[in-house]
């Protein structure tokens, strides 16, 4: 959903599909030189325009909206398949361009292997938006049957197509990553019969419930703003005019910006860039009505189209859409033939480019984004969509990281995996065993005005590797407590939520408590052949790192204390009352290796991904400078008050 990667993911795609589709319009340069991405631009045209015919509709809604449809028709003669082809196709909000007879290249899939076999492409701009009439509105409330929706605009869209684009076969598929995964799920809702193939892609699902916006009630700060003052705003439609924006924060120090703005209701201004969507991001601070009404996952009734959600362990943005959308519609959606779920070690839509062989500092071992596009995606349209028969999926197909190996399990989380917890300990100690003793806590001043970084590096956005990032640098601050096992004798997988609970005190009425679960390296790593970054090379000009003694960011999540016990009703601390915290964090599948050692990292910010907490029981969109204020936290790890953290850990 942030900006960057949505107009960043066209442009990668232009270069991938340019490097792997345009090879033969690449004679006007050398073999052993690489292409330029205008090369790569100038190729990716190239083929589309002798591979496709264009023709754009206006499609008429039940209500006589009309919206813009652009449709890409193989060309006879120029794929194996003679046809009738099925079609392929993605509802964006982020525009169907390039608009007219300019067919440069349709916005539908990166998996150049479909394309090469032969789909009629579909690309449609969503109601209100873009070439599209009508009011659009932010994740649009599903009407189950009783209103216009994005449900009912997918039914309509296909009719229509099915009636009036020659040589298609009756079958329709439909993806989308990110925003577009949102309408790849919608659209499935009592969906159109037609539809036997959908795969919402890191879905925007749940904005408030550890999506977008808030992740345990905290307001994913950085990257919701650069979203909406990037350019994502309110359009006057129809319209081809690119969106712009002029805003300028005036530093690429990101850190620095937010710590300046001072609040929320600064950047909520004029001065802040702001637009009526990051508004409602703003002031909804509790999971009221206008959130529930937006949850996508409550709605996933009357699917009857074969459906894969994928995801990426490493994204930033949507982590939880794929496996809230596998859940909803396991439970929800008796009739659908196939639900499965994929997830890899990747990033905000990273199996759609690129090898997803490494991700910053950290190797996979393998090219695992070319190897889903190859044998995971491509099979599951080919077989749903074509009929031609391929290798069962099974019900679960997962990277492990670590281990760096795909499992295949039928059921998520695997039904063998059990919970175990693992304790925080006196002297920053990490333990299978519970405490024992009867008082043990580390205590920690917690300073609103030095809130901890969430990089150690300086950056004007919200850079997409800092999910696998090294912690080292927190772990040498004072406000960060850090628990620590002695190295593993054994590997230990972990394959499912992992759920902090905490046991803790403090001076404020309101505090957040960021847990982070870390593998550390062992200080004798030995780095996989040919793995430069491994080995302390980087590109040229950046400083050597190493992965002996790494601490590699498995999962981290913050969790607003007051939403303890109701997200709807939030209640304050009683200063220097024990109090229970618990929550779950996001899903992972990783093993920690032997040798390894498990780390978990307590801090009360991580600043600016995540937005400041006053430490004062108080709707933060309305706080003034001067009511942030210092606290001392407290963690307790004794046998009446054992804090740890449960995981989900897969039998030997």
Request: contains cysteine; glycine residues 8%; negative net charge.
């Amino acid at each position: 959903m942030v900006f960057s990667v949505g107009c960043g993911r066209s442009w990668s795609l232009a270069l991938l599909l340019g490097a792997t589709l345009g090879v033969q319009a690449q004679t006007a340069t050398a073999p052993e030189s690489k292409p330029t991405p205008q090369q790569q631009a100038q190729a990716t045209a190239a083929f589309f325009n002798t591979h496709f015919h264009k023709q754009e509709y206006r499609i008429p809604m039940r209500d006589g909206v009309k919206l813009y449809t652009a449709v890409y028709t193989p060309v006879a003669g120029q794929f194996p398949d003679a046809g009738p082809y099925p079609f392929l196709m993605t509802r964006t909000p982020y525009s169907c361009a390039p608009y007219g007879a300019d067919m440069s290249m349709p916005r539908i899939t990166g998996n150049t292997d479909l394309i090469h076999s032969g789909y009629i492409l579909v690309c449609q701009d969503v109601r209100g938006r873009w070439a599209s009439e009508g009011t659009w509105l932010e994740m649009t409330p599903a009407k189950d049957g009783k209103g216009i929706d994005e449900s009912t605009d997918m039914y309509d869209t296909v009719d229509y197509l099915l009636k009036n684009v020659p040589a298609n076969n009756g079958k329709v598929g439909i993806l989308g990553i990110s925003y577009p995964g949102f309408y790849a799920a919608a659209s499935i809702v009592d969906g159109h019969p037609a539809i036997k193939a959908a795969s919402p892609q890191a879905p925007v699902t749940d904005l408030w419930m550890g999506d977008d916006a808030y992740h345990g009630g905290a307001m994913m700060l950085a990257q919701n703003h650069e979203f909406y003052a990037g350019g994502f705003a309110p359009q006057n439609t129809p319209t081809t005019e690119r969106e712009k924006s002029d805003f300028d924060y005036g530093t690429k120090d990101a850190y620095a910006y937010y710590l300046r703005m001072a609040t929320l209701a600064n950047l909520d201004s004029p001065a802040g860039h702001t637009n009526p969507y990051f508004h409602d991001q703003v002031i909804h601070t509790v999971y009221d009505d206008y959130w529930k009404s937006r949850n996508i996952s409550a709605h996933m009734h009357g699917v009857t189209a074969a459906t894969m959600e994928v995801g990426g362990w490493f994204d930033a943005e949507d982590l939880s859409g794929p496996v809230k959308v596998f859940h909803a519609i396991d439970a929800q959606s008796t009739g659908s033939p196939q639900n499965l779920l994929v997830e890899g070690p990747w990033v905000h839509g990273g199996w759609s480019r690129g090898p997803g062989s490494s991700l910053g500092d950290v190797p996979f071992g393998s090219d695992t984004a070319q190897f889903y596009r190859e044998h995971i995606e491509f099979p599951f349209f080919e077989g749903k969509l074509k009929g031609k028969i391929t290798e069962p999926l099974p019900k679960a197909y997962t990277f492990e990281t670590g281990s760096n190996v795909w499992r295949k399990y039928d059921a998520w989380p695997p039904k063998a995996a059990a919970p175990r917890m693992i304790y925080f300990q006196p002297g920053g100690k990490l333990a299978f065993n519970a405490p024992g003793a009867s008082a043990g806590k580390d205590d920690y001043l917690s300073d609103p005005a030095h809130p901890v970084p969430f990089t150690e590096y300086t950056t004007d956005s919200t850079p997409q590797r800092y999910m696998a990032d090294d912690q080292r640098f927190a772990a040498r601050r004072p406000d960060v407590m850090t628990y620590e096992s002695e190295p593993l004798t054994e590997d230990i997988t972990v394959a499912g939520p992992v759920r902090p609970k905490l046991r803790i005190a403090s001076t404020g009425t309101d505090s957040d408590f960021i847990v982070k679960l870390i593998d550390v390296f062992p200080e004798d790593y030995k780095a996989p052949a040919g793995d430069a970054a491994a080995q302390g090379k980087r590109v040229t000009g950046a400083p050597p790192v190493y992965l002996q003694g790494y601490e590699m960011l498995v999962r981290g999540e913050p969790m607003r204390a007051k939403f303890r016990n109701s997200w709807e009703k939030p209640e304050p601390l009683v200063p220097g009352k024990v109090t229970g915290v618990d929550f779950s964090m996001q899903d992972v599948n990783h093993t920690f290796l032997k040798g390894h050692r498990i780390m978990v990292q307590v801090q009360s910010s991580w600043f600016p991904l995540v937005d400041r907490n006053p430490q004062v029981f108080e709707d933060i969109a309305k706080a003034k400078p001067e009511d942030f204020v210092k606290a001392t936290e407290s963690i307790y790890h004794q046998a009446d008050a054992a804090s740890g953290i449960e995981l989900m850990v897969l039998p030997k």
